[in-house]
């Protein structure tokens, strides 16, 4: 019976002992951080980002690993990615944890990463070097470029200058960015007079990057390997197409005249809607026609791509400039001589009142897509995919059969939608019939834009190990003192009750003893 009762004795001593253990620790993990973090101020303890790796795993992920100095649960890692001008904080780990895996790219395309160690307080103590990384091309992804520059130039547009669109290292200042596999290069004549400051320069070209990026995820593909905007002394506004764009140095087409906005973005677009899609009548009968007797479908290309055009800017600018359109609409146009059918506005081609099918066509755009998103939950940026799927020209010679008419959009539109477009094209492409808006609604443009230029962060360790941690422990702890509580008290009453019986039965035995 001693034994039992001392063995308990030392394990309800051991509990206590432990559970006081427990707290000290609580409480000096309060303690020991600020003294830490006092320390990590002072300088008293150093932290160094020793090494940091960064390395693409396939064409979707990139492993990034360090080696920290000295680490603690106090410390953070901040990861951090850059794509094109975005910063995204993509997680925050214990500075415990020396690895992390980035799951959130694109396939051919440039990123930067950089690791950040901060305090409890976000208070920055050391920070790795920027690395930078190009993910492999996807080679089983249908988007992915399927030709060099040269030679695509040479099937689909053979009739090219030998020198359209070249730059050399010498004479060019290049910029060069990897999206998806194509290398986006901004080439810049050195001889440009007057020179563009090197703000303008940086936005422009950063600008260049957004928006083929941006671009380019409506239609996830681009058949060539580059695609080029060349900037000459005296050069004139020529391309418009997959290969790239010309501009010059003074007049309506110098590069500070086209600026970083709607132009720039609406020109980009044109790489796929006018290069890689073409329509079928553009302008017939070269610059004019007959509306009476002839149409043209040079509303879809202008249309269109106005709306694209747009809806690749920033937010805001993108509504503020889709709402300007609509007022145009129908505060110029509407009730008036200048609202014709759509396959007959492309007459004011070249005139002041071209605008009126870049507009209008917009705004029809601009419904399709909201007929798209309310019926069959998928939106313009769908059918654009599969318009790119059935007639993307990638040889002279397949321009036959691929070209686009106002007829064979509304034929694809029937086939890819439950909603019967027929009406409606008779109404407000055939007719002028009011369009149906009253104002530019956020919730059609958002899901068109899909970008992941920046991320949320993905983990977040601070906010959610932390707390559990100290709870745990103090669960723990208060576990521990109860059950030595409860044990010592039943022991206790156990003993008491115990030695209330104990005389009697020593002397009984001692009785029998004696007897
Ligand atoms: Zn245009």
Redesign the pocket.
């Known amino acids: 019976m001693e034994t039992t009762y001392r063995k308990t004795l030392i394990v309800v001593f051991s509990l206590l002992i432990m559970s006081s253990t427990l707290l000290g620790n609580t409480t000096n993990c309060i303690n020991g951080t600020w003294s830490k973090t006092e320390n990590l101020l002072k300088n008293e303890v150093k932290v160094e980002v020793l090494q940091f790796n960064v390395t693409a795993t396939s064409p979707y992920s990139v492993k990034l690993q360090w080696k920290l100095s000295y680490n603690s649960s106090n410390l953070y890692i901040k990861v951090i990615r850059y794509f094109i001008t975005f910063e995204s904080t993509i997680a925050i780990l214990s500075s415990t944890i020396s690895n992390f895996t980035d799951q959130w790219v694109q396939f051919g395309t440039q990123y930067s990463y950089k690791i950040v160690v901060i305090n409890e307080n976000n208070e920055i103590l050391a920070q790795s070097e920027t690395k930078h990384i190009i993910t492999p091309i996807d080679q089983n992804n249908p988007g992915k470029p399927l030709y060099n520059w040269t030679y695509y130039k040479n099937i689909k547009y053979p009739f090219s200058q030998e020198n359209y669109l070249n730059y050399d290292q010498d004479n060019f200042t290049i910029f060069r960015y990897i999206l998806h596999g194509v290398n986006v290069t901004v080439a810049v004549a050195k001889n440009l007079s007057p020179n563009p400051s090197t703000n303008f320069l940086t936005s422009f070209v950063n600008h260049v990057f957004t928006y083929f990026h941006r671009h380019w995820t409506v239609y996830q593909a681009f058949p060539i390997n580059e695609y080029r905007i060349i900037v000459l002394h005296n050069g004139k506004l020529c391309g418009?197409d997959e290969l790239g764009l010309q501009y010059g140095d003074t007049g309506k087409d110098a590069i500070t005249q086209v600026g970083t906005g709607g132009r720039l973005s609406?020109?980009i677009?044109?790489a796929w809607?006018?290069g890689i899609l073409q329509v079928e009548r553009n302008l017939p009968n070269g610059k004019t026609f007959n509306p009476e007797t002839q149409d043209s479908d040079k509303w879809i290309?202008?249309g269109f791509?106005?709306f694209y055009?747009n809806i690749q800017l920033d937010l805001q600018e993108a509504l503020n400039m889709l709402q300007h359109d609509l007022e145009y609409y129908r505060n110029t146009m509407l009730g008036t001589s200048l609202d014709k059918p759509l396959v007959d506005l492309p007459i004011y081609f070249g005139t002041e009142y071209a605008y009126t099918y870049?507009c209008k066509g917009e705004l029809v755009a601009y419904l399709i897509n909201k007929i798209l998103i309310d019926t069959d939950n998928k939106t313009l940026n769908d059918f654009m995919r599969y318009l790119y799927s059935k007639y993307n020209i990638t040889t002279w010679e397949e321009r036959e059969t691929k070209l686009i008419s106002t007829e064979k959009l509304l034929q694809e539109l029937n086939n890819f939608s439950k909603y019967n477009f027929t009406e409606f094209f008779q109404k407000y492409v055939y007719n002028t019939t009011e369009l149906p808006i009253e104002k530019i609604d956020t919730k059609y443009i958002q899901p068109l834009r899909n970008f992941q230029e920046q991320i949320p962060t993905q983990i977040n360790m601070t906010q959610t190990q932390q707390p559990t941690k100290n709870t745990n422990l103090i669960i723990a702890t208060s576990t521990i003192i109860i059950t030595a509580t409860l044990i010592t008290t039943i022991l206790i009453t156990k003993r008491k009750n115990k030695k209330d019986k104990t005389p009697n039965l020593s002397n009984s035995s001692s009785n029998q003893t004696k007897s």
């Open positions: 418009e609406h020109e677009g044109h809607i006018g290309i202008e791509d106005s055009g870049y």
